[in-house]
């Protein structure tokens, strides 16, 4: 598909969706090169080659092209977090891996790429629906490991379901969201093993 | 003590020490006013109305001021959480209140104070002496509460009790630290209660 018919007006559903992906491929090789807070939607446009008005009609906002490209970051920090929770059978040890799993994957997008880290830090600051949304899905997940674990007999059943979920939250909390986890590399690398065993010890039935 | 005097050259011991003390009075009422990162020594002395040459006779920098003002702060703060954790007899209630009044602490110095929290956020991302030691101190505080626990039965012996006291302070941590305190707020009415219930998990015999 060539840009001149991309520009040529009749956009429908379906390409609709490949320039919307296209705009956001573009957006994240050239936001990672030259940083999200200081590029404009003008900027963006010329080094695509897109008019700005064009962009605009698949975004509102610049923010909403670093929502998508903030939604695929963190989409994919999910996927590892499940993936290595997946490969364990027993809940204690899959909420090991997760806290193990989500400090290294979140690392790797901040030592990686520094530029994209920017925009998880705008989304974190601004509270953007992208970075509300994986906090919820990373406490869905938590849940599901700690109901796994009540029905096994591996952890205790007396405190309430969504009160272990929240506390355990907020000890992650510090190594997921990017304002924090910025702040934590002192400890970053014991971290993960000591609070999931702190956590683990609070659950024993 | 008339400042022709304090000028005159003629300073001993007991002398500095109250030429210090004026120092730091006077620094922290001005910075409180105009901020700590956008002052100069200059502009301090002009405001004491002291040279600059003899506020460097008793502090080598800037920073060394803030080392003194950072260092009463956090010194109050800790005399709060050594009241509050008097207060109750029982270690497990100790630890609860050590959660909570830190928090509060901080929190009062952070609202207050905007203008002497910036200095605790340098002296937090510069690891100042004063916040090294601050930090030290309350890992004491927190290894005496769980030891006396465990001599009463309260607290659980298995785990060594350095792997206890340093992840209970990587779970205060976030609400110690003031870089890490003002990225919290959203969570911060109901951390204190939910952390120490579930650190008291962890800890039960």
């Known amino acids: 598909m060539s840009k001149t018919e991309l520009n040529s007006g009749s956009v429908r559903g379906p390409v609709d969706h490949d320039v919307r992906v296209q705009i956001v491929a573009a957006a994240t090789e050239h936001f990672s090169l030259y940083g999200y807070e200081k590029t404009t939607v003008s900027d963006l446009a010329k080094a695509i080659g897109f ?11 610049k923010q909403a092209i670093g929502e998508s490209i903030c939604a695929n970051c963190l989409s994919q920090i999910e996927a590892d977090v499940r993936a290595a929770v997946s490969e364990a059978e027993h809940p204690p040890e899959q909420l090991r891996r997760m806290f193990k799993s989500i400090v290294e994957a979140s690392l790797r997008l901040f030592s990686q790429d520094r530029k994209l880290y920017e925009i998880a830090t ?18 869905e997940l938590l849940q ?27 000890v992650l909390r510090p190594y997921i969201n990017p304002l924090l986890l910025q702040h934590g ?13 702190l956590v683990l010890r609070s659950l024993s039935p």
Do not use: C, H, N
């Open 51 to 61: 008019s700005k008005a064009y962009i605009y009609k698949f975004f509102e906002s």
């Open 122 to 139: 705008s989304a974190a600051t601004e509270r953007w629906q992208a970075a509300l949304a994986y906090e919820g899905r990373i406490r």
């Open 144 to 170: 599901d490991i700690l109901q796994a674990g009540r029905q096994s007999g591996d952890f205790e059943r007396k405190t309430p379901l969504d009160e272990t979920v929240m506390a355990i939250y907020l």
């Open 185 to 197: 590399f002192d400890y970053i690398d014991e971290a993960p093993a000591q609070l999931s065993s």
